[in-house]
């Protein structure tokens, strides 16, 4: 059975502060793909990224950045130089199994303060 | 670009009354997920549906269904509601024949049973 494990339940920074939201995962399944996805308070739920998992390259975008650690089963999201509009509840997701239906972790709460 | 499309966005119903929910994919996104969010929670998968056919389903309680219609479009028919069916449920769509497993959800339908 897939699992994920975000251990930080919420987070709270201040502005231009950098943070990293961590998320393990567990899966028996060789094929299998990562996401990150944002929940501002609004409620919609925001594609952020997508990883398979024969790709382990750490990806950039702008202020965010992901690594991807397949011998540690960990897939870390870091905000740098936060601000106050990415306050908001931030999941990983795990997709595998061939309809690759998603488990989610329970999500962490990100609050950035001015 | 085109996105998912939820309606209602809003709906109240009564205990032991009737809901259904749509969902308008991503044109040409051949897959459609539903996913339930509970307060404070994680989404969880209820059901998918590939090319019109139910391809996995997880924790949809006995008195949901749902089908996917020959223009794509899905719809989640919920009968004797119960206060417990209070929700966020999302629908996300991808384009799962073609390799592509990025899942984009839709605004969601808030359900309130009173």
């Known amino acids: 059975a897939q699992k994920v494990t975000q251990a930080q339940t919420e987070i709270s920074v201040v502005e231009k502060e950098d943070v990293t939201l961590d998320c393990v995962y567990e899966?028996?399944?060789?094929?299998?793909?990562l996401f990150w996805y944002k929940q501002p308070p609004s409620g919609e739920l925001v594609f952020l990224i997508r990883?398979?998992?024969?790709?382990?390259q750490n990806e950039i975008s702008g202020r965010y950045s992901w690594n991807f650690q397949k011998s540690t089963s960990s897939f870390n999201f870091t905000i740098t130089a936060s601000q106050v509009v990415d306050s908001a509840v931030y999941f990983c997701?795990?997709?595998?199994?061939?309809?690759?239906?998603?488990?989610f972790g329970k999500g962490t709460k990100l609050t950035v303060n001015p | 670009a085109a996105g998912v499309i939820q309606s209602p966005r809003h709906l109240i119903k009564e205990k032991r009354e009737t809901a259904t929910l749509k969902c308008y994919p991503i044109?040409?996104?051949?897959?459609v997920y539903w996913y339930q969010q509970g307060p404070g929670q994680d989404p969880q998968f209820l059901i998918s549906?590939?090319?019109?056919?139910?391809?996995d389903k997880g924790s949809i309680p006995d008195r949901f269904s749902a089908q996917q219609f020959s223009d794509y479009h899905s719809e989640l028919n919920m009968s004797s509601l119960e206060l417990g069916d209070s929700a966020l449920y999302f629908c996300?769509?991808?384009?799962?024949?073609?390799?592509?497993?990025?899942?984009?959800f839709g605004p969601g339908t808030r359900l309130t049973v009173t």
């Open positions: 997701a795990l997709g595998a199994g061939g309809s690759e239906k998603l488990v």
């Open positions: 549906f590939y090319e019109k056919m139910q391809s």
């Open positions: 044109p040409r996104h051949d897959t």
């Open positions: 990883r398979n998992s024969f790709d382990e």
């Open positions: 899966t028996r399944d060789t094929t299998y793909y």
């Open positions: 996300a769509s991808s384009l799962l024949g073609q390799g592509r497993v990025e899942q984009y």
